[in-house]
């Protein structure tokens, strides 16, 4: 489970987020949504373990998120952030230690569809290709918890439905807790259990809202 209590996160004389109840059980699957500036990213980041000093509390499995990240949580950004020089083997296996063999991080890269893809230098990907790069490096991670920041949002219309549907593919064979923030309703009504809506400046929760079962995808 993923939890956040009384979360207020300022940068200098920024409140970004003010006293954030949030929660994620295990396997759901939540969308948080909201304007610009209304401290979705700052919500993923402390998550992710990226920021330092908050005060409330923010949780993974009942463990405090602390500064430096956390092995059980794999995050993905906007843009995939692949060395330019490595090849897509090398760039899943950043972060692992030399214990990890080839085969399971190629096991990782076959999961995210490009099996035969371990020796291509990211400049041969599309869009599409890299951001699954970068999906099984998050993967990799530990796949308990996965935290998406706006992973689609770079992409054109239609790799993006296919990024998705894959994305829903992935989650249902690995069970994993997700969180993706988007700026995009539809993208988090399709895609999610249920949608926390930030709003404000400092961001608040202003709504959370499960999504019906009958909606298009189901
Ligand atoms: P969102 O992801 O919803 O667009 P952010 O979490 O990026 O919102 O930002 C929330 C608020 O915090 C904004 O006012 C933003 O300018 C501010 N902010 C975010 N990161 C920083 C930072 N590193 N330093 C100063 N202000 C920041
Ligand atoms: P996002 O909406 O995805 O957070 P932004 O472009 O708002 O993207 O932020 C990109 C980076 O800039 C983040 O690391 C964020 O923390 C930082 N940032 C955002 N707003 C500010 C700000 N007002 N001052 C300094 N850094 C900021």
């Known amino acids: 489970m993923i939890e956040t209590r009384s979360l207020t996160k300022t940068y200098d004389d920024t409140v970004a987020l003010r006293e954030v109840d949030f929660a994620a059980d295990d396997g759901e699957f939540v969308s948080v949504v909201g304007p610009s500036g209304c401290g979705k990213s700052t919500l993923l980041r402390v998550l992710a373990g990226l920021e330092s000093g908050f005060d409330g509390t923010a949780s993974i499995d009942g ?14 950004f906007q843009d995939p952030r692949l060395l330019p020089w490595a090849t897509v083997r090398e760039n899943v296996r950043i972060g692992f230690d030399e214990s990890v063999t080839d085969d399971r991080i190629d096991d990782l890269i076959d999961r995210v569809g490009l099996d035969g893809f371990e020796m291509a230098l990211p400049e041969e990907l599309s869009g ?28 054109d219309a239609l790799t993006k439905v296919e990024q998705q549907e894959f994305l829903l593919d992935v989650r249902d064979d690995i069970d994993a807790t997700v969180v993706l923030v988007t700026h995009d309703v539809e993208e988090a009504v399709y895609l999610a259990d249920r949608v926390v809506v930030l709003g404000g400046q400092p961001g608040t929760v202003v709504a959370d809202v499960e999504v019906p079962l009958d909606r298009p995808r189901d």
């Not at 463990?63 to 993905?76: F, H, K, L």
């Not at 999906?135 to 990799?140: C, E, I, K, N, V």
């Open 63 to 76: 463990t405090p998120v602390n500064a430096g990240g956390s092995d059980d949580v794999g995050v993905v």
């Open 128 to 155: 599409g290709m890299a951001q699954r790069v970068a999906l099984a490096r998050g993967l990799a991670y530990g796949p308990q918890a996965l935290l998406l920041d706006e992973p689609f949002s770079a992409l």
